[in-house]
């Protein structure tokens, strides 16, 4: 069962679509997927779908402003982390809210920038989050917004008509790994070995940074997994899930 939502939260809308398994007679654990910078949630929707195979409930949405083509309010020039975090934060209490959820296994997922707010928001909410799931986590963000000569793949490259000063000075505030070891819990990174937007390194610090944390590496995978690595991903999110 797929279910379009709408709930207002104090500074704006959010859109999304909440997957249920059909059998409504019990409560499910739940994965929120956050989409990366200049996507939407038509990204996260195959992770979404294979989930529900597994009979695991998940909710895909739209952060406001987040990027081309989203449907919650707001406006990309406005969106920053702190806003996505903000998006986030009143999503879970959304989820939280649903009579057909198990809040005691709420799990983050999240692609790129996606995954770097879903380690922020850990880092808050550890005690109602029961694992992260994180593809190829924008961490070089930090760096990205410090640099004068912007290498190729520098985030800003993504939308420069919209990812000036607001958005650089609030990256330039979080200090990185202070910020997101925090969460205590089962961190799993995913993360492509030619991964040229973010690179793997980044990957390697973060999981040396966290107290739990399991690295998965794809030898030939970029920064957008293909459809066969997405598979092996929520094969493994399943298996964490529903042990």
Known sequence: M?????FKMS????????????NITCTFPIVILSHGLSLNHTYMKPYAEKLLKYNIASFIFDFRGGGYGCLSSGKISDMTLNSEVRDLMSVIDFIKSLKSIDNDRIYLAGHSQGGFVSS???AKRVSEIRALFLFAPAYVICDDVRETTKRE????NLMPEHTKDTYIKCAKNVNLYNDITDYNKCVYIFHGKMDSRVPISYAYEACKAYDN???????????RFSDKTKDVVVKKMSEVILK
């Not at 500074?11 to 059909?22: A, K, V």
């Not at 793949?153 to 800003?156: A, D, E, G």
């Not at 944390?213 to 970029?222: A, G, P, Q, R, T």
């Open 153 to 156: 793949k520098n985030v800003l």
């Open 120 to 122: 922020l928001v850990g």
């Open 213 to 223: 944390c399991k690295l998965i590496v794809f030898d030939n995978e970029e920064h």
């Open 11 to 22: 500074c704006g809308e959010i859109y999304g679509f909440l997957y249920l398994p059909d």
């Open 2 to 6: 797929i279910e379009k939502i709408k």
